[in-house]
């Protein structure tokens, strides 16, 4: 299933605009990561200028222009909601923001200056989550406890799959991703609705 889910937010990155690495192929079972291995993509947005302003907290597609480089995490626990409770019992969803792992990831992808490597801390920490709570104050807890550990973003699977599907096109054939392939075929066979859609009023009698 990881392989899907880190499937699926490497498509997101994409289909807008950025350079994607996945560090790693094999997952990593009977024993503790590596520093390299607790990072699940890098990615490099091409056309980010220095000029710009530094993206919010709550990502979405116009935001991305905003984001320079940054190492993702991606845990796909999509039946969980990360509530304090749940980020405060569960440390290993803090372990990319470690220094070792920054190091690592400043190999991947050039600098500013358009050079390999740099200072580890131009990166931005992105995590990519299912859901946060919907109540207060438990959704302003979760979001001051993220900050507080040095997550600089986070990205929902929500948000994620709705910028796919607003993208993926019935008449074409996306041979080349079996992502965006299922999705247009769901979406040929009304099985999924554009998000706009979603605003329209329901006739009557329909």
Do not use: C
Not at 173 to 191: A, C, F, G, P, Q
């Amino acid at each position: 299933m990881a392989a899907i889910d880190e499937g699926i937010v490497r498509e997101y990155f994409e289909q807008n605009g950025f350079f994607v690495r996945q560090v790693r192929k094999h997952a990593v079972q009977a024993r503790r990561k590596t520093s390299g291995e607790e990072i699940d993509l890098v990615v490099y947005n091409p056309l980010w200028t220095r000029d710009r302003r530094r993206p919010d907290f709550f990502l979405f597609a116009t935001e991305l222009p905003y984001l320079h480089r940054a190492i993702v995490a991606v845990k796909p626990w999509h039946t969980d909601v990360f509530t304090p409770g749940m980020l405060r019992s569960s440390p290993e969803i803090f372990k990319f923001l470690e220094d070792a792992v920054q190091k690592q990831a400043a190999r991947f992808f050039p600098n500013e200056d358009g050079e390999v490597g740099g200072d580890a801390e131009e990166f931005s920490k992105i995590l990519v989550l299912p859901a946060l709570p919907t109540q207060e104050p438990f959704r302003s807890q979760s979001i001051e406890l993220l900050k507080a550990r040095g997550v600089d973003g986070i990205l929902s699977f929500r948000a994620i799959l709705l910028d796919l599907i607003d993208k993926v096109e019935v008449n074409r054939s996306y041979r080349k991703s079996d992502t965006l392939e299922v999705l247009r075929i769901l979406k040929n066979y009304d099985l999924l609705r554009d998000p706009q859609l979603d605003l329209l009023p329901v006739r009557p009698g329909r």
